[in-house]
Every structure is written in C-alpha cells, then in structure tokens.
C-alpha cells in the first residue's frame, strides 16, 4: 500500500504529540481521517458540529499544553469553524485546523466544485495567525512543520493548513526526519540590560505587585518565588491558577473589574510587574481601571509594548526566564513593607465578602461548589452572568491549566470547552465541572451526544432562567428596561439527558446546590444538573450594567 500525504498528516500529528483530535469526516478529509484510523495512534472525537469540534480542541490545548487538533472539511465546513477559530485566538490557544480544498484542477476558479469557497484562505486568515496551502505531495511536511511551529510559537495562536483533496491520496515519499521530530519554537532570551533595569526600579518598591497572564502559564513556579520576596499577586482571568488562589499573597482572579476594594488597594501598590498579559479591555473596563502608575511589563511580543496600558520598562522575554532573572537580581535587595501581606488579605477578604453579598439568593453558591469539587477538578464556564460573576471571581482555582472559558465573551463554548477539557484531564483520572446558562448550552447542545459517545468525566451545570439574563441587564441599564427579544423557549432538559442516557438531577432550592452537584461529580460519565432559577430567584446584575450610564436619570 503506498505512503500518502494522509499518511504523512497522520504520523506526523503523532510524532507531534497529538494524542486527541476533533471534528467531522467529510468528502474533504477523508483520506486524512482514514490515516488516523488505520494507524489508531491517535483518538478522533467525532463532533456534531465543527464549531463544537472547534472548542473541543481548543480546550483540549489549554489543558494539556499541547496542539488541539480540528478536522474539517472545506467550504462550509471550514466556515461553521470560524467562531471557534475567533476564540482560540483571543484565548492564544496552539491549535491546528486542518481543513481539504478543491483539488488542484479546480482550485481559485470559481467553477462550482462541491463546497468550493475560492475565499477560503482569505476568510481563514482573517481569525488565524497563519494559513497555509500544501500546493504539492512533496511540500507537506514543510507545510506542517511550518505550522505548527507558528501555532505554538508566542503568542500563540490558531493556525489552517489546507490541504487539496487530491493531493492527500496521492503518494509522497516518507521523510526521514519523523523519526527525531523536533518542533521549531521560537523563544526569545531577555537581554540582561532589560533585566538590571527592572530590577533596579522593583528593588526600592515597598508594596510590588505581580499581575499574571496566559503567557505565564508555564511560570508558577518562577513566580512563587518572587511571591517569597514579598511580591503580592493577582491574575487575569486567562491567567487563573498559575499561583494556586490559596496562596495567602495573592488577590487570585479579583483583579478590580466588579471590586473597588481591590482598585483602592492598587493605589498603595507601588509598582506592578506585568507578566504575559494583554491587560485586555473587557477585564480592565475599557481601561478604565486604575492600575499603580509604575508598571513594567514582560511579554514575548514586542506589539505588547503599550498596547493598553503605558509601561515605564517593557522586558521583551520568557516569562519563565524573565522571572527567574528578577529573582536573582533581587534576591536580598528587597525591603517590602511589612503590613504589606496583611493588607493584600484584607482587601481580598473584604472584595469577596463584598461581592459575595451582592449575588442574591445565589450567594452561597460558590462555597457550595468548591466544596463539593476535588481539589484537582477542571472549573469550565460559559459566557453566562454566573460565568461573569461569581464563577470568575469567587470560585478559586489551584492549577495554572485548571480554568478554561470563552476569553473572547462568547456564549456557547462552555459545553464543547467542557468536552474537550473532559477529555484531556480524564486520562489522569480527573473530573472536570462546566457551568452554563441555557441559552449558551442551547447553542452546542447537540454536543450532549458527544459527551455521551466519549464517556467525558464530565459535569454539565446549566442555570436555567429562560432569557439572555446579561442582555437584559444591559437593556435595564441603557434602554430603560425594554427587554426585547431575549425570552428563550428551552427544551425540558431533564427529558433532553434522559434521550442522551446521561444521569440529570434538578435543584430547586439554593441549600441542596452544593450537595446535587457532589452526587452528580460521583457519577461516572457525564452528568447534567440544571438549576431552576425561576425556584430560586433572579440573578442580580453583574458588573457595569448593574450601574446607570453616566448622565441617566436617577
């Protein structure tokens, strides 16, 4: 049997470390897919939708570290993938979207071929950092060599490589070079001048602050050493668990959005070191939020350099590297203001009693959660005001890949993200719990099938109300309360688990939260627990919609 270009794309994935991959056999990929299957290296989850396939793989690239690996086919396959594409790339998720074309007769013609998109690439680019095109068998593994290295390459990011239908049967020579496959990275060492010059400006601070991002992920333990130093910590919300959130010296994910305890505590912080972070507007309320006024910040990224907020020293390196430096430059040089830890707790404690008492009825739903949760356990959410409120905020997260949710603010991840975080943690014996609201879930609920077919650890918590709650608020808030086109008609969905065979359980009152979901953790598989917010009560509004606009009438 000869050796093909799907055969390459196979192996190749394989060599990669790919172990997992999503998406939708079609007339496209086929040859691909049936590499994958007859060398049963690598398991395939057959999604319902490619969007769905899309979050899969994305969140299986946040948890394991790795590529996420979609299938699609071209055309119409390739743009149901879009919106995942959009969010692995806010998210600066490593994914690999491997997608057919046209064969080669055919292609950028316009002559009407099955799902021919001849602005396909174009549409692609526009949410990837890269998309590349397989012109010929011999080109394939330059191809794929080239893009994976961009993918994971900082910032990371989605990549697409197209791949012709006709080109993946045809036969290509084996490269030899897959038996020592070594992925090209590109890390940039900082340059110690860069270094001294931070160090010299942290070293007289007496109240430092660390503000951790994604691009930190892999520097816990560089960080917890300068958290030894006297450092104080807080993270964006991409950024959660790379201290663990009981760690007495960090703020964890009550960075200030939604907590003016925690803005009035930076202005006695004098000096903020920012670490792999966008300091994106949605988390920093349009810029808006008061930071200290001395910030040095440390990205790979040189376009970081005051993108949002201006940096007195810009440190361009790994965070890890970076850190590292610092700490043995400041090592016995640092005077931190001892009353400085005691204040940080004080601020944490007060913002999150504070925003804790504005939840409602909902307000003992965290603690109820967390303790019903292993302490391992992955914490998946939707866009939904729970998701925007206390599950951002208020539930802590112990591990620097153990919180995954749309950065971009879309709904309707939160069922494939937990699916393919599932997916990942389940090897190691993990349980991972995904919140939603039910119009998020609606969006994916064809997923429920995937969820049932892979045997996901997996518990699906969806908070039924039967509207868009955050719109409505925004409408409240900016159009006088007219709620127009927000009431949703919902499936039972107690009877929905029940035709997918998965296990469901009801809470009707806020005290037996905590003690339905530690049932439904137990179970094996998945599980679904629906929370009837009309028992309960609504959901207080989160954030700035829950203030009038500047100039409304009282």
Not at 26 to 54: C, Q, W
Not at 398 to 414: E, L, N, Q
Not at 482 to 500: H, S, W
Request: a neutral charge; one cysteine or more; hydrophobic letters at 45%.
């Amino acid at each position: 049997m000869a050796y093909t270009v799907g055969d390459l794309v196979a192996e190749f994935l394989a060599a990669a470390g790919v172990d997992t991959a999503f998406g939708i056999v079609s007339v496209h990929n086929i040859p691909i897919l049936d590499a994958i299957g007859r060398r049963n290296a690598i398991r395939f989850v057959p999604a319902r939708g490619e969007m769905g396939g899309g979050h899969m793989a994305d969140a299986y690239a946040r948890v394991s570290g790795g590529l996420g690996v979609l299938v699609t086919s071209t055309g119409p396959g390739a743009a149901n993938a879009v919106p995942a594409l959009v969010e692995a790339q806010f998210a600066g998720s490593p994914m690999l979207h491997i997608t057919g074309q046209t064969s080669t007769k055919c292609q950028d013609r316009d002559t009407g071929a099955v799902h021919d998109l001849p602005g396909q690439g174009a549409m692609l680019a526009a949410v990837c950092k890269s998309v590349h095109r397989v012109r010929a068998p011999e080109e394939t593994f330059g191809v794929l060599l080239a893009a994976a290295g961009d993918a994971l390459a900082a910032p990371r990011g989605p990549v697409t490589i197209e791949i012709p239908s006709d080109l993946q049967r045809a036969a290509v020579t084996r490269p030899a070079a897959l038996d020592r496959l070594v992925l090209p990275s590109r890390h940039t060492p900082p340059a110690a001048e860069e270094l001294d010059a931070a160090a010299e400006l942290l070293a007289s601070m007496k109240r430092p602050m660390l503000w951790l991002g994604n691009g930190a992920r892999e520097a816990g333990r560089e960080a917890e050493a300068l958290l030894d130093l006297g450092f104080g910590a807080v993270s964006s919300w991409n950024g959660r668990g790379i201290v663990p959130e009981d760690h007495p010296r960090t703020l964890g994910a009550l960075h200030g959005n939604g907590a003016p305890e925690i803005e009035a505590f930076y202005q006695d912080v004098d000096a903020m070191l920012v670490v792999g972070s966008r300091l994106r507007g949605h988390e920093m309320l349009d810029g808006a939020l008061r930071l200290p006024r001395r910030l040095v910040q440390v990205d790979l990224n040189p376009r970081a350099i005051g993108r949002t907020y201006a940096s007195e020293l810009f440190v361009c390196g790994d965070a890890a590297a970076v850190l590292a430096g610092l700490r043995q430059r400041l090592e016995g040089r640092m005077r931190v203001d001892p009353r400085f830890g005691a204040d940080l707790a004080a601020a944490r404690h007060q913002a999150s009693e504070a925003y804790r008492a504005s939840l409602g009825p909902y307000a003992t739903f965290p603690a109820q959660l967390r303790a019903a949760m292993p302490r391992d356990a992955l914490w998946v959410r939707d866009a939904t005001v729970a998701g925007a409120t206390w599950a951002h905020r208020l539930m802590p997260v112990y591990g620097p890949r153990d919180s995954v949710h749309p950065v971009g603010a879309a709904i309707g991840p939160g069922l494939p993200f937990g699916i393919g975080a599932a997916l990942s943690a389940g090897r190691d014996g993990r349980k991972t719990v995904m919140l939603a609201g039910d119009g998020g879930f609606a969006m994916n609920m064809t997923e429920l099938w995937t969820a049932a077919q892979e045997s996901a650890e997996l518990c699906i918590i969806v908070m039924n109300d039967g509207i868009y709650a955050a719109i409505g608020h925004i409408q409240d808030s900016f159009q006088e309360g007219r709620r127009f086109f927000g009431e949703l008609r919902g499936p039972d969905l107690q009877g929905l688990a029940k035709l997918a065979g998965i296990p469901s359980w009801r809470v009707e009152s806020a005290d037996s939260f905590g003690d339905i979901v530690a049932r439904a953790i137990a179970t094996p598989g998945p599980s679904l627990v629906e929370v009837n917010m009309h028992a309960i009560g609504p959901v207080p509004a989160y954030g700035v919609y829950a203030r009038r606009p500047a100039g409304a009438a009282a």
